[in-house]
T-cell receptor, first 113, second 111 residues
Framework: AQSVTQPDIHITVSEGASLELRCNYSYGATPYLFWYVQSPGQGLQLLLKYFSGDTLVQGIKGFEAEFKRSQSSFNLRKPSVHWSDAAEYFCAVGEGGSYIPTFGRGTSLIVHP | EAGVTQSPTHLIKTRGQQVTLRCSPI?????VYWYQQALGLGLQFLLWYDEGEERNRGNFPPRFSGRQFPNYSSELNVNALELEDSALYLC??????????FGPGTRLTVL
């Protein structure tokens, strides 16, 4: 069965600093990978996705993620964090066929001014 | 284009009561998914409906049930509410086997 691990429960960064959120997955074949963001009291918004092709994926709001098969990772990055990026971030892995993604438990991003 | 909508936004129930949550998918989407997001537990998959049929179910007791209507909107029913059912219930819609788009959720509090 597929699984997703987000090893960091909380991450604190200063505004303007770079960001990397970690995501590791367990899945036998090539997975579908996603990053979602959830602002307080809101639903989830898709930041980016990887299905196939170029392993460096560009998303909205200046985020990018890199699929590394050898490390079973799909880490999310942003070169310069803004205060509005403070939110909960979820990594998810899905598969083709009967597609239902499995979500990680989330990483809470705190941004200091 | 309107996104996924859910109603109500919030509700408070007492143990043993029953509740119905509603979800309207994005126009053209035939699949609806329900998730439970309890504090500190991430998103737990509840149910998947497509074309009016239940396609998959997560590891939840039978008192969690639902249905999908011909217009693809969906209801989630929870019977015999327990305290641990307190959570944010998220609905998502998609074209089959494609990325999910989430609604804002319904916050359920069970007292």
């Amino acid at each position: 069965a597929q699984s997703v691990t987000q090893p960091d429960i909380h991450i604190t960064v200063s505004e303007g600093a770079s960001l990397e959120l970690r995501c590791n997955y367990s899945y036998g074949a090539t997975p579908y990978l996603f990053w979602y963001v959830q602002s307080p009291g809101q639903g989830l918004q898709l930041l980016l996705k990887y299905f196939s092709g170029d392993t460096l994926v560009q998303g909205i709001k200046g985020f990018e993620a890199e699929f590394k098969r050898s490390q079973s990772s799909f880490n999310l990055r942003k070169p310069s964090v803004h205060w509005s990026d403070a939110a909960e971030y979820f990594c998810a892995v899905g598969e083709g066929g009967s597609y239902i993604p499995t979500f990680g438990r989330g990483t809470s991003l705190i941004v200091h001014p | 284009e309107a996104g996924v909508t859910q109603s109500p936004t919030h509700l408070i129930k007492t143990r043993g009561q029953q509740v119905t949550l509603r979800c309207s998918p994005i126009s053209g989407h035939t699949s609806v998914y329900w998730y439970q997001q309890a504090l500190g537990l991430g998103l737990q998959f509840l149910l998947w409906y497509d074309e009016g049929e239940e396609r998959n179910r997560g590891n939840f007791p039978p008192r969690f049930s639902g249905r999908q209507f011909p217009n693809y909107s969906s209801e989630l029913n929870v019977n015999a509410l327990e305290l641990e059912d307190s959570a944010l219930y998220l609905c998502a819609s998609s074209l089959v086997n494609n990325e999910q788009f989430f609604g804002p959720g319904t916050r359920l509090t069970v007292l």
